[in-house]
């Protein structure tokens, strides 16, 4: 088989993967245009189409689809064997993609991360950032980072940081105009700052809990945010109640910016834990990531 036709089947791949020339052109470093003549002319060179085109989407036809099953397999066979000879070097390769949340690669990954980088020059990291729930086979990530009760059981779990509490915080100037709330039903009657969830699209609904009693409340209010920085700051501007993670409440807490109400019904999460596929064959750069980010005791 010709050369440009490996070339053209990743692009192809690519492509398929991404439902989009646009993004597909932004993973590969060409341009739509490019990429987009590249599959005609593997389309030609075969004789079948192989993507169904509309003004919005991209979809591999059942010639592409089986195309993908077949070859895709094959592909990423060849990559982790390319990966693997890295494990004859003197020193550790490669690239390691991570997905977590900001507030957990920020406070977390990232300070475990730069003296390892440091370390071992020819260790690359990719974090990517977000609160949908990815799936780290399907998007090729080597490892995902999430709470541990939001992890499938067929994964491998590490733990990255202890169980920690939800709490719910106000500014002093929103107490100012507003009754402090006592019960769960007393947060019906407050302007809450809420979470628009990335992976279902509906709305957080409070899960509380108190002496084994759990209340999930749905609250209401004049702002809907999808961050955890983002609502923590409406909060600390006195646009209303938060329900945060207590590591990031807490500093603003202990300064008077923030106060926590109805301390008894806190809930405590899992705390946060990496987690890849029990069959992925691990590189030493991956290793050597995953050593640096386990959680050995004491605080996160």
Known sequence: ??????????????????RSFTRAAARLGVSP?????????????????????????????????????????QFEAIKAELEGLSEFRDTPAGTVRITAVDTV???????RIAPLL????????????GYRLANIVEERYDIGVRSGEAIAKDMVSVRMTPDFR????GAPAYFAEH?????PHDLLQHNCITLRLATRGGLFAWPLVRKGQTERVQVKGQVTLNGSYQILQ?????????????????????????????????PTSSGFHMYYPSRRQKTRAMQLVIDALRWRGGSA
């Open 1 to 18: 088989m010709p050369r440009d036709d490996f070339n053209d089947l990743l692009a192809f791949i690519a492509v398929g993967r991404e």
């Open 33 to 73: 245009s490019a990429l987009s003549h590249k599959i005609r002319g593997l389309e030609t060179r075969m004789g079948v189409r192989l993507l169904t085109r509309t003004t919005r989407s991209v979809v591999p036809t059942e010639a592409g689809e089986r195309l993908m099953s077949t070859v895709e397999p």
């Open 105 to 111: 690669a920020d406070l977390v990954i990232w300070p």
């Open 118 to 129: 440091l370390q071992y020059p020819d260790i690359k990291i990719e974090i990517d950032t």
């Open 166 to 169: 939800r709490v719910i915080v």
């Open 179 to 183: 009754p402090v709330p006592q019960t």
């Open 234 to 266: 409406a909060a600390l501007d006195g646009c209303g109640l938060a329900f945060t993670p207590e590591y990031l409440a807490r500093p603003h807490v202990e300064a008077g910016r923030l106060r926590y109400v109805m301390e008894d019904w806190f």
